[in-house]
């Protein structure tokens, strides 16, 4: 008797192995989950989160809009990368009013947050983990990406997934692997891009700032992609940071089709690389 039991026990865990495995996913749509309330506490996330960033439920207009770029964010060569979110369980969407800063507070051990003055449209806390998407995120006028002839909404929601992808591999964007792939090297006072002249990538950049400040958001787009391919990148902006860097290059990879023509082979390889493609 008990060795039937045990018998029909493995069989029942059989089957509802397969029966998981067998839930595929598609898009995004099928990774991410719509969070109504996030709470905080005296420790972590301590109280000042909840207070910087100001979070409110979802609105059936607003979830339907975001359903509609996390089901276009379906690309074969992202099975991997969609897997690896929801291994981590970075999966929750928020609505928020805000965005914040950090520090730890030593005298209390405790990390405490800072609303701040930036105007992100959508953004990922490292800390918290938190995916929140802003009022100006919905208010926003739309464009379209001259190259990759999509929403530039929808290259921003992929961006921020990238940067969730970039967090559950441990911050894979600051290692050795992508620095060289994307010509990151220390040049004694900063991080810059071997090959290029670093101070006018970030006249560039300043320029771009100073259209967006002047309320000239598709203008500024377009220079900021057009300046980025001349340097080999899909934007001056992926040129700022490691970070943001890793973001940008997967993100225009999987939406530009014309991305392979202005990365190097090195970055193409190593982006085929980190996202699995191939069977690598």
Request: hydrophobic share 40%; proline share 3%; glycine share 4%.
């Amino acid at each position: 008797m008990k060795a039937k039991l045990t018998i029909l026990f493995t069989l029942v865990s059989l089957l509802v192995g397969l029966t998981a495995s067998a839930k595929e996913i598609n898009s995004a749509l099928d990774v991410m989950t719509f969070e109504d309330s996030f709470t905080c506490q005296d420790k972590f996330p301590h109280h000042s989160f909840c207070e910087a960033v100001e979070f409110k439920p979802w609105s059936a207009a607003d979830k339907e809009i975001v359903s509609r770029y996390l089901q276009n964010i379906n690309d074969p060569r992202l099975k991997f990368l969609l897997q690896t979110i929801q291994e981590k369980g970075i999966t929750k969407l928020h609505r928020v009013g805000y965005t914040s800063s950090w520090s730890n507070n030593m005298a209390q051990r405790r990390v405490e947050f800072h609303r701040t003055a930036e105007k992100a449209i959508l953004w990922v806390n490292p800390v918290t983990h938190v995916i929140g998407f802003t009022d100006a995120f919905f208010n926003g006028t739309p464009f379209v990406d001259p190259y990759a002839k999509v929403e530039r909404k929808q290259l921003n929601v992929f961006h921020e997934l990238v940067h969730v992808y970039d967090i559950a591999l441990n911050h894979i964007s600051t290692e050795d692997g992508f620095k060289k792939a994307a010509g990151w090297e220390w040049n004694g006072k900063e991080f810059v891009i071997h090959g290029v002249d670093y101070n006018q990538v970030k006249a560039d950049f300043s320029a771009i700032l100073a259209l967006v400040k002047n309320k000239q958001s598709a203008l500024a787009y377009a220079q900021d992609r057009e300046r980025g391919r001349t340097y080999g990148f899909p934007t001056v902006y992926g040129m700022t940071n490691s970070h943001e860097s890793f973001a940008e290059v997967i993100t225009y990879y999987i939406f530009d089709p014309t991305a392979e023509s202005y990365y190097s082979k090195e970055l193409t390889e190593y982006v085929k690389e980190v996202l699995k493609v191939d069977g690598r």
